[in-house]
């Protein structure tokens, strides 16, 4: 197995500012060439685009902070959102704009799966389209590009193969992320990531625990599993590791005090990864555990594999546990045929959980997705209005909860200083947002005890105590 380096943001390598066209050529005898890397999307997103960026570094590429001073363009899109495809046209048009001559630019991620060539139809100045599960193939493909080569593709989707690169450029200097799945073999109605990220691949357990432990080495003491299912990890490898057996290994490495995972689906969600939380302080006491709905029959629609019932089983070995668990989740409201009576389950199945976050969507149509035919849409106006019902309730809980915590200590990791003056913020270990003062001169990445003195309905404000 091959060994890899991470890069933190803090500890980059020739860390040369190259700010315009001018710099690009005075720099073109030592390096290929510069990229300017721009992301939307979710942390997963976030994360493959350091991976991109590393893969680009290896090649002999340095990073620059406009686009105009890169001979490429790379622009790393999300498909999850409404109108998706028709913001990332409009984005292409305005790199047009910019396009100096020998400058190439790229699409990668869920748009490029999802449009494929048709963007090159509709953006000729368009050089690469790649979605995330042809990542790996990038080497060649940016090769390709680089002998001038016009419409290049790495479009397949169907591999049991994961991104595995021989660089990260880390861009979060306290919260390092690990993609420990790929993909999604789930199949809900309304969700377009089965077709854009291909189907779901675990990568090798030991590949997980040598990059953690690398992390840890380079100072990383906070890390994130992420997948878009991530606990329905299945390790290829033959020790065959459970995703709890993963994460408890993980809290054992030296240097680490924090691990953390993200997504998990109900469905395989499982009373071993509670224990693994209440046995191991290292493990986050926070779940990201989406519902999307309340009613049984929405969730039968949704194709979710789960009932409202089992759901709240789930909820309940949680709230079992010894350690407080901070559960958030996902709703969409207004899924086609969804009645009023179906919205007041999801109230009332709100009511029941209590989450400490609540992540809101309206149901919109995605691309090639069961959903797109269903009859019975819900009017835009009424999804407004059951959102905003939804909001106002989770908004009033989490203020009421969060007012609890005042002239409590909470344990905040601190990931940066804000521009007031000794203002600070951070995470508490359940994921919270905490924002403090301290005239302490030298934070950041520290782990500090914050005595809670107020809350919005987002964070907590507090001071540290020394
Ligand atoms: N894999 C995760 C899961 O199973 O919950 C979430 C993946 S998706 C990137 C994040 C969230 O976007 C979903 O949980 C869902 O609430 C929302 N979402 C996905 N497709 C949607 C659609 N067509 N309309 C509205 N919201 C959607
Ligand atoms: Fe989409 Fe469902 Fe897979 Fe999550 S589990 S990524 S919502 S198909």
Redesign the pocket.
């Given at each position: 197995m091959g060994s890899s380096i991470d890069i933190r943001l803090d500890s980059l390598v020739n860390p040369q500012p190259v700010n315009s066209r001018a710099a690009l050529v005075a720099n073109s005898a030592s390096v290929r060439g510069t990229f300017y890397l721009e992301t939307f999307?979710?942390q997963?997103n976030e994360h493959d685009s350091e991976k991109v960026a590393g893969v680009l570094l290896s090649r002999g590429y340095q990073r620059v902070e406009n686009p105009e001073a890169a001979s490429l363009i790379l622009y790393n899109t999300?498909s999850?959102?409404?109108k998706a495809a028709q913001k990332v046209f409009s984005r292409l048009g305005v790199y047009r704009e910019l396009l100096g001559k020998d400058q190439k630019i790229g699409v990668l991620g869920c748009v490029a799966q999802q449009e494929g060539e048709e963007i090159f139809r509709r953006a000729p100045w368009v050089s690469l389209v790649c979605g995330s599960a042809s990542y790996r193939n990038l080497p060649q493909l940016l090769a390709q590009v680089e002998a001038g080569e016009q419409r290049v593709t790495g479009l397949d989707n169907d591999t049991d193969e994961t991104f595995e690169t021989e660089i990260t450029r880390r861009d979060n200097p306290c919260r390092a992320y690990i993609t420990i799945i790929e993909g999604?073999d789930?199949a809900?109605t309304?969700?377009?990531?089965p077709f854009t990220r291909g189907p779901e691949r675990s990568r090798d357990s030991s590949r997980i625990l040598a990059e953690l432990r690398q992390l840890a080495d380079v100072g990383y003491s906070e890390v994130q599993f992420l997948?878009?299912?991530v606990n329905s990890y299945a390790d290829p490898s033959p020790r065959k590791m459970k995703f709890s057996e993963l994460l408890v290994e993980a809290a054992q490495v030296p240097g680490i005090r924090r691990v953390r995972f993200t997504?998990?689906?109900p469905s395989d969600f499982g009373k071993d990864i509670v224990d693994a939380i209440d046995a191991h302080p290292a493990i986050c006491n926070h779940i990201?555990l989406?519902v999307?709905s309340g009613s049984t029959r929405v969730l039968r629609a949704m194709r979710?594999t789960y009932s409202r019932q089992e759901y709240l089983e789930k909820i309940a070995l949680i709230r079992a546990a010894t350690r407080p668990i901070a559960v958030t989740t996902?709703?969409?409201v207004g899924?086609p045929g969804e009645t009023e009576a179906e919205f007041a389950e999801t109230l009332s199945l709100v009511d029941k959980v209590r989450y400490s976050g609540v992540?809101?969507?309206?149901?919109?149509?995605?691309p090639n997705?069961a959903?797109l035919s269903m009859p019975d849409a819900v009017p835009e106006e009424e999804k407004r209005r059951r959102l905003a019902v939804l909001l106002e309730k989770q908004r009033n809980f989490q203020l009421e909860d969060l007012q609890k915590l005042r002239g409590t200590a909470v344990e905040v990791h601190v990931d940066g200083k804000s521009k007031k003056e000794n203002q600070w913020y951070g995470h508490s270990s359940f994921n919270c947002v905490v924002n403090f003062s301290s005239s302490s001169e030298d934070l950041l990445g520290r782990y500090v005890n914050i005595r809670v003195t107020a809350c919005t309905p987002n964070s907590l404000l507090g001071e540290h105590t020394l």
């Open positions: 999307g979710c997963m999300c999850i959102r409404e999604c789930k809900c309304y969700c377009v990531v997948g878009q299912t997504t998990s689906h990201h989406p999307q979710r996902d709703i969409i899924f992540f809101s969507f309206k149901y919109s149509t995605r997705t959903a």
